[in-house]
Nanobody
Framework: QVQLVESGGGLVQPGGSLKLSCAAS????????IGWFRQAPGKEREGVSC????????NYANSVKGRFTVSRDISKNTVYLQMNSLKPEDTAVYYC????????????????????????WGQGTQVTVSS
């Protein structure tokens, strides 16, 4: 059974760090791109970062460049989002999603992940940045 489970969210003060995990089951990460998305209250869901199926390409939204880092551990079948220098505007529910069509070009074009390229989603984890 295909499953994506996010964890690692929580409450953190401005300037702090969190590391989100996206654990995959039912498929192996090294064949599929993974994207991170977030949705703040009253706002549309937006692409934050992604890592390509090969693992050789990563992309970020301008709002998180230099602060967030996406990575993966194939042995654990898990993708991570390290978030540093967090700001109140980073407060949102964070989702990971997979392109289970296994398209090599996904997350390979230098742009943040568009939602339409990702066809399987986790349930999300809440990140709150507040003093």
């Amino acid at each position: 059974q295909v499953q994506l489970v996010e964890s690692g969210g929580g409450l953190v003060q401005p300037g702090g760090s969190l590391k989100l995990s996206c654990a995959a089951s039912g498929f192996t990460l090294n064949y599929y791109a993974i994207g991170w998305f977030r949705q703040a209250p009253g706002k549309e869901r937006e692409g934050v970062s992604c890592i390509s199926s090969s693992g050789g390409s990563t992309n970020y939204a301008n709002s998180v460049k230099g602060r967030f880092t996406v990575s993966r551990d194939i042995s654990k079948n898990t993708v991570y989002l390290q978030m540093n220098s967090l700001k109140p505007e980073d407060t949102a529910v964070y989702y990971c999603a997979a392109d289970l069509l296994g398209r090599a070009y996904v997350c390979d074009d230098g742009t943040p992940p568009p939602q339409y390229q990702y066809n399987y989603w986790g349930q999300g984890t809440q990140v709150t940045v507040s003093s």
